[in-house]
């Protein structure tokens, strides 16, 4: 089929070691895993990711789509190179979270679901991390919690990441 990825070996070991976790007749429960897997290596999930994970699982096309637009740690539009999320429960909006969401807006020329011009950072308005106490809290990239995010924190991270954004 031509709406079928070329996967990196890499890619395709880790979805076979998370199918492998499952008996042979339940490896569709490896789909979240396998969305997972796809989107480390490309950024985001496609609609041939999609239609990938579909075939590997044996599983109909409409099934994975729909867990990949159901949660909203799966980006299934192209996203910059850093995805920033940041909280905004009720938790970090009592302790600063939109005065963090607004600077964030500002300082980047950007709102929600939007990227930078530039392709670097793309802002996703995200549900509770757990970490209230930290408040406000952001993600980078789905795996980088950020805690206490004052304009000075936000500044330094920014700069972290341009500078990183460059070396790469």
């Known amino acids: 089929m031509s709406n079928?990825?070329?996967?990196?070996?890499k890619t395709l070991a880790d979805i076979a070691r998370n199918i492998?976790?499952?008996p042979p007749e339940q490896k569709q429960s490896a789909v979240m895993a396998a969305l997972i897997a796809i989107q480390t290596e490309l950024g985001w999930v496609s609609s041939e990711a999609i239609a990938t994970v579909a075939q590997i699982l044996e599983m109909p096309t409409i099934a994975v789509e729909e867990v990949a637009t159901f949660y909203n740690m799966y980006n299934t539009k192209q996203i910059g190179k850093y995805?920033?999320?940041i909280c905004t429960n009720l938790p970090c909006q009592l302790t600063h979270g939109e005065t963090a969401a607004n600077y964030l807006k500002e300082t980047l020329g950007i709102t929600y679901n939007e990227t930078t011009p530039c392709g670097t950072f793309t802002l996703k308005e995200g549900e509770c991390m757990g970490a209230c106490g930290d408040s406000p809290v952001m993600l980078v990239n789905d795996k980088r919690m950020c805690s206490f995010m004052s304009k000075e924190k936000i500044d330094t991270l920014l700069n972290e990441l341009r500078a990183e954004g460059k070396s790469a």
């Not at 079928?4 to 070996?9: A, C």
């Open 4 to 9: 079928i990825l070329q996967l990196s070996d």
């Open 20 to 22: 492998a976790k499952y």
């Open 83 to 85: 995805k920033l999320v």
